[in-house]
Every structure is written in structure tokens, then in C-alpha cells.
């Protein structure tokens, strides 16, 4: 009985280590991707037409910091968008392959209906991915949820685009957490800030956004 008791153990205790080896080697979504190099010039920014770049963004230690109203004008004069301040990821357009967005967002309580990230470019439509913060929940557009919970943290958001496979997943701290069909090629690129949606925007809209990287396959 004695020694059936410590085989018993035994097979606990190595299940137990199987697990924890699994759980600590669990990939990460930047796994078998390649870095691109990226410099200042590939950040370009987009805010309200009429008011200063100074007035809507700042860049300090590393923290690109980014806010619009939502009584503020478009991007262009001829533009009838909702206004936004977004960074552009400009000069790695794609239309194939498997491409990877990477950085660090922090989104403050009270920021509501606004685009933080999408992937610009699509077959139909505008866009192939949008990711919306709606009182602290993330959305893809405004309808499937991703993540909750986010207000006032940073978290790691990673998108992969396999253009060829026609298939987008989201990652939020290294965890899947959201996978669908894309929207067919296109000219494609990243962005990332504030971009009111539609409708049910709050007045004041930031993020904040370190760490951007983009990979590729």
C-alpha cells in the first residue's frame, strides 16, 4: 500500500512538472517571425487638420502619447472621417505574406468608442481589422469581444496578418485571444492612436503606444 502511495506521488509530482515545462514554454506570437527594421521616418502621424502637431501628441522617453475630441476636425479638409490622431506605419505596406504588429498600449478610464489599432487596406471596405476600446473592453469593430478589463494598464497587443491564408489573430499579453477571416488583400498597413468610431464616443479620446515593432514571416 506504502509503495503504491509513492508511485502515486510520484506520478503527481511529474505530471505536475510536465505541465509547468508546458506552460513556460508556450510560444510566443512573435515565434519564427522576423524584425524589420524600423526608424522615426516610418512613423508618420495623422491629426486634426487645423491645430498643431503639439496640441494633439507628444513623444517623451520612449511613450508616444496620443488624444483627440471629438468636436475636433478630420485629418484633411476634404476628409468627412471622424477625427483621429493615429500613427501611420508608413514605407511597409504589404499585399501577401504573413506580416506582425507588435507594441504596448495604455488606454485611461474614460476613453470610449474609439479605434486603437486596425490594419488599413481591404478587397471590400476600407479596413481589414479594427480594434475598438468601448468602456475599457476591446472590440473587433463594435460588435465581437477580444479582451476586457484594459482601462489604465499597459498591455501587449500583437496582430498577425496571414494575407495568403486570408486570416487575422489578436494576441493581448502573449495570449490568443481573438481570430477571424480578413477582409481580402489589398494596400496594407498598420496604425495605431485614437480614431473616434461612428457613434458612442466619449468626448476626450487617448491611448498611449511603446514599443511598436512590426515582423514578418
Known amino acids: ?22 506552460l513556460c514554454s508556450a510560444a510566443d506570437p512573435t515565434d519564427g517571425f522576423t524584425p524589420v527594421p524600423l526608424t522615426e521616418a516610418n512613423f508618420v502621424l495623422q ?4 491645430v498643431p502637431l503639439n496640441e494633439r501628441y507628444s513623444y517623451e522617453d520612449g511613450i ?10 478630420p485629418h484633411d479638409p476634404s ?32 476613453t470610449s468608442g474609439v479605434t486603437v489599432a486596425q490594419i ?28 476586457t478589463d484594459l482601462y489604465d494598464k499597459w498591455f501587449r497587443l500583437n496582430i498577425i496578418h496571414d494575407v495568403d491564408g486570408g486570416r487575422l489573430t489578436v494576441f493581448i499579453d502573449g495570449e490568443e485571444r481573438y481570430s477571424t477571416h480578413d477582409q481580402g488583400p ?13 457613434r458612442n464616443i466619449s468626448y476626450y479620446m487617448e491611448s498611449r503606444w511603446r514599443d511598436i515593432k512590426i515582423y514578418k514571416k
Open 120 to 147: 488599413h487596406g481591404a478587397s471590400h471596405g476600407a479596413t481589414t481589422l479594427i480594434i475598438r476600446i468601448y468602456d475599457g473592453n476591446m472590440r473587433y469593430y463594435s460588435g465581437d469581444l477580444v479582451a
Open 79 to 110: 476628409s468627412n472621417t471622424q477625427p483621429r490622431t493615429e500613427v501611420r506605419i508608413t514605407g511597409l505596406d504589404y499585399s501577401s505574406g504573413v506580416w506582425q504588429f507588435e507594441g504596448y498600449g495604455f488606454v485611461p478610464n474614460g
Open 47 to 50: 491629426k486634426p487638420y487645423n
Open 1 to 22: 500500500m506504502e509503495r503504491s502511495y509513492s508511485h502515486l506521488l510520484l506520478f503527481l509530482a511529474l505530471v505536475s512538472l510536465k505541465s509547468f515545462n508546458l
Open 64 to 73: 508616444r502619447h496620443l488624444w483627440v475630441y471629438a468636436t475636433d476636425k
Open 186 to 198: 489589398g494596400d496594407l498597413y498598420f496604425k495605431c492612436g485614437v480614431y473616434a468610431a461612428p
